[in-house]
């Protein structure tokens, strides 16, 4: 790998028509396994000019009725901020056509007396963490997710009558022995008033891009990207269709890492798209953590129905301070990878997903009720004992 470089990731607010969808989907799920935490839950969202589309399968023992589902959605939209003539809470239609799981794939993943628990579906999962940052993240995603977190604030507090909800950031860095250390180019789109100018948005967001970024890494005037286009009023899903699990690389590692393909949002954690990928996360983050090497990456693999894994592999990227097959052993003879074994390590039968459905899956502190579990050190002593 090069020791200086570029490289470059995105984010998109809360407010993106893509992570609208991804937040009413997580929605359904914590609805769901908030009333009974055994729900399997696959849902899909649409959402286009004041219309919401809900589709997808459960099997659940929880009472929901469309209204609570409806209003749920209404009420989520509203925090989200669009109050907008072509996407308002108040005027969605919202049509539902969720409906009962197959029987056919409850059959191959349900446990019984002579069979494991199987997992949701067949696939492939990474998990990876670096010491770029202190969530042991990318520093590139980190700092784009960070642009929107600080930039949503602002707008809650000081502009909502200037800013929309819709927005997306981009930051390049500069690599130097491998590490960063200042922003080549920033970028940030943002939805805003149609009566408000560029220049306005530009005077409200610099000191946003500044507060986000480390002390004395801005790019030069030239290297700030603000509205590029020059206009971003519309926006939102009457400005761009939205979908469930179209951002899974700002929902990940921002390509920093390999991704298996599969969408975490609207998936209960029997799927192991959502499950195993957060179990990647917990070993390689625990792999950084404790010391044994700068960079980790975990890949696992898993067939609909087969509880144990087809496959684990691991690279700590030349970077490890022992060899990674001594790693892989300690991992292969600790650490049960069934995905019901999973889901009872990481806690993960519970309302805890809405939350990760906007502003990245990783790199986020562990909550006092469960939530983003996956990011525990907990294996860090055990880990230092290979060293």
């Not at 990318?138 to 960070?146: C, K, V, W």
């Not at 700590?316 to 060899?323: A, E, L, M």
């Not at 983003?372 to 055990?382: A, G, R």
Request: hydrophobic share 35%; net charge negative.
């Amino acid at each position: 790998m090069a020791q200086h470089y570029l490289f470059t990731s995105e984010s998109v607010s809360a407010g993106h028509p893509d992570k609208v969808c991804d937040q009413v989907s997580d929605l359904i799920v914590d609805m769901y396994l908030e009333q009974d935490p055994e729900s399997r839950l696959a849902i899909e969202t649409l959402a286009t000019t004041n219309r919401v589309v809900i589709a997808g399968e459960h099997r659940s023992n929880a009472l929901i009725s469309n209204d609570e589902i409806e209003n749920a959605i209404r009420e989520l939209v509203s925090e989200i901020g669009y109050e907008q003539d072509g996407f308002h809470h108040k005027d969605l239609d919202i049509s539902n056509f969720l409906h009962e799981q197959s029987a056919d794939i409850a059959v191959g993943v349900d446990a019984t007396h002579n069979k494991d628990e199987g997992a949701g579906d067949q696939g492939i999962m990474f998990g990876y963490a670096c010491d770029e940052t202190e969530s042991f993240m990318p520093a590139t995603l980190y700092y784009s997710h960070r642009i929107l977190q600080n930039l949503h604030k602002s707008r809650v507090e000081e502009y909502q009558d200037i800013l929309g909800p819709d927005a997306k950031s981009q930051v390049t860095l500069l690599y130097k022995d491998g590490q960063p250390i200042r922003a080549h180019k920033v970028l940030l789109s943002t939805q805003h008033a149609a009566d408000v100018s560029l220049d306005k948005v530009r005077e409200i967001v610099l000191p946003i891009l500044e507060n986000s970024l480390p002390k004395g890494w801005m790019p030069s005037k030239e290297d700030i990207l603000i509205n590029p286009t020059g206009r971003f009023v519309i926006g939102g899903p009457d400005g761009d269709t939205g979908l469930t699990g179209r951002k899974i690389i700002v929902d990940s590692y921002g390509g920093a890492a390999p991704h298996g393909g599969g969408a975490f949002s609207g998936k209960d954690p029997t799927k192991v798209d959502r499950s195993g990928a957060y179990m990647m996360r917990y070993l390689a983050k625990n792999v950084v953590a404790s010391g044994l090497a700068q960079r980790c990456t975990f890949q696992v693999a898993y067939s609909i129905g087969l509880s144990k894994p087809l496959s684990l592999y691991l690279t700590t990227h030349r970077t490890g301070k022992v060899d990674d097959q001594v790693i892989l052993d300690w991992m292969l003879e600790n650490i049960d990878m069934r995905p019901q074994a999973i889901r009872e390590r990481l806690n993960l039968n519970r309302a805890i997903y809405l939350r990760t459905a906007s502003y990245g899956h990783f790199g986020r502190s562990p909550q006092e009720d469960g939530g983003f579990s996956w990011e525990k050190t907990d294996l860090v002593e055990q880990l230092k004992q290979l060293l």
